[in-house]
């Protein structure tokens, strides 16, 4: 699927090729001469985009999006939420982070349940000790591991690991706030959250993640500690 700014800028690429052949048929390079003088398609073309940058991409969550060290060092979890929603554009590169993640062979073994359902919101809740957020929030998205799409044994925890602190990432550096809620390995937890949402057998719920607009505020945490690391041998010289 192309977001509407793929689509059109695709469409004004179209357009400059056709305007650039056009140009260079009706204006050949003069003998000796290096570069012809600027195409009067591409000057208009140029200023287009210009304005297609400063104006439609402002409404395209993905500008606003920071740099990816930068989301890593201050992405926290997030429990409170504001009441505003979370638009399905926003959702959609969340999800998209998830299934960008690497995975054993690449066997990609995820699937999600997006939840905005404020029942279901709070039946989850009380299933699970630690989810008390989850009832506050807008929308939650329930991180699953389909084990008919496991291909390399024991590695679809690792799999869905990768993609769950994607989406952490992609929601911190869209301005939302989210938290990591474990599910898998607790027997008790899977049971629970299995029965409240029907999910078949092969269906594993592995971790459920709220997200909403922040409602509070975390400073980052400089968590590097030098002693944790050895250089070319084990222990410190
Ligand atoms: C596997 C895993 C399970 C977690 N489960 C819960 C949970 O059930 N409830 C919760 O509030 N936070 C949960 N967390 C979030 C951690 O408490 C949190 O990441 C940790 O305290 C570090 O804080 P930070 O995320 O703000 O850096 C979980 C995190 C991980 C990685």
């Known amino acids: 699927m192309l977001y509407p700014i793929e689509l059109r800028v695709r469409e004004r690429e179209a357009e400059f090729k056709h305007a650039k052949n056009q140009y260079r048929n009706q204006c050949p390079l003069s003998p000796g001469a290096e570069r012809r003088p600027r195409n009067p398609h591409q000057l208009a073309l140029d200023s287009l985009f210009g304005e297609l940058h400063s104006t439609e991409l402002e409404s395209d969550p993905r500008t606003q999006a920071m740099d990816v060290f930068e989301a890593v060092k201050s992405r926290r979890s997030i429990r409170a939420y504001s009441a505003k ?61 389909n084990l008919t799409r496991v291909r390399h044994q024991d590695y679809w925890v690792q799999d869905l690991s990768a993609a769950t602190e994607n989406m952490l990432l992609a929601a911190h550096a869209l301005g939302l706030g989210s938290v990591w809620v474990g599910i ?17 057998e092969e269906i594993i719920p592995f971790a459920i993640l709220p997200i909403g607009h922040p409602g509070e505020e975390k400073p980052p945490e400089d968590r590097y500690d030098a002693q944790r690391v050895y250089r070319e041998q084990w222990g410190h010289q």
């Open 184 to 200: 898998h390995p607790r027997e008790k937890r899977v049971a629970e959250i299995r029965s409240v949402l029907s999910l078949p």
């Open 85 to 145: 929603n979370v638009n399905n554009e926003s959702i959609e590169m969340v999800l998209r982070a998830a299934m960008a993640a690497p995975s054993a062979g690449n066997e990609q073994p995820w699937e999600f349940l997006l939840i905005r359902n404020r029942e279901t919101l709070e039946r989850i809740s009380a299933a699970h000790p630690y989810a008390e957020m989850v009832r506050h929030a807008p929308v939650a998205i329930l991180v699953c591991g």
